[in-house]
Each structure stands twice: as C-alpha cells, then as structure tokens.
C-alpha cells in the first residue's frame, strides 16, 4: 500500500525551526519527485519545495517558493525512504496545514501534478 506520512509539525515562535519528515511507504522515494505544500485556512495549497527524483544517483535538483528561500531546506535520506523539510527563521506567515506528496515525474508548483499525498501536519508559528 502507497502511503506517505507527515511529522514534525507543532507550535514554534517566530525566528524558530522546525524539521518535518515525510516517511514513505510502498515505493520507493528516490525514484519520484517529492513536493511540500502548505495550506493556511481560506487560502488556496501552494507548493514550498521540491526536490526531483534522484533515480539511483547523487545528483537532483531542488526548488523553493521566493518567501521561503534561504530559510527552507529540503534534504533527502533514501536509507530511510524520507525526504525532509528543515525550517528555520520561522515567521507567522509559515503558519499553515504541511503536506508532502509524490509525482511520478519532475517537480511542479501544481498540486494536481501529484500522484500521492500524506494527511499534513500542523505549522503553527506564534508568539
């Protein structure tokens, strides 16, 4: 069974970090383009990183959203089928539902580029 799983959402004050994981199940993560969303309420998902497929090699290109640049960074540990979102100088505007997805091809801003999708975790970025 396909499935992809979220973690490392919570509470954090402005400035702070956060890591959130995305641990997959049933294929394998290498081979796919890994996306993270965001969703706040009233507004539309909008893509923050991707990270295309490796495909058995070191080499793959990243991409980051113009707000979160310099301040994301989306890694991946293929020993653990993971692909991670590590979050630093967190601000208020980061505040939303995260989720990562998978596409059985290159990176895309669209979320109906994607084949699958975890349930999301919460970003919460208060003071």
């Known amino acids: 069974q396909v499935q992809l799983v979220e973690s490392g959402g919570g509470l954090v004050q402005p400035g702070g970090s956060l890591r959130l994981s995305c641990a997959a199940s049933?294929?394998?993560?290498?081979?796919?383009?890994i996306g993270w969303f965001r969703q706040a309420p009233g507004k539309e998902r909008e893509g923050v990183s991707c990270?295309?497929?490796?495909?058995?090699?070191?080499?793959?290109?990243?991409f980051y959203t113009d707000s979160v640049k310099g301040r994301f960074t989306i890694s991946r540990d293929n020993a653990k089928n993971t692909v991670y979102l590590q979050m630093n100088s967190l601000e208020p505007e980061d505040t939303a539902v995260y989720y990562c997805a998978a596409a059985n091809d290159v990176c895309s801003w669209s979320p109906r580029w994607y084949d699958y999708w975890g349930q999301g975790t919460q970003v919460t970025v208060s003071s």
């Open positions: 049933g294929f394998t993560l290498d081979y796919y383009a």
């Open positions: 990270m295309d497929s490796s495909a058995g090699t070191t080499y793959y290109s990243t």
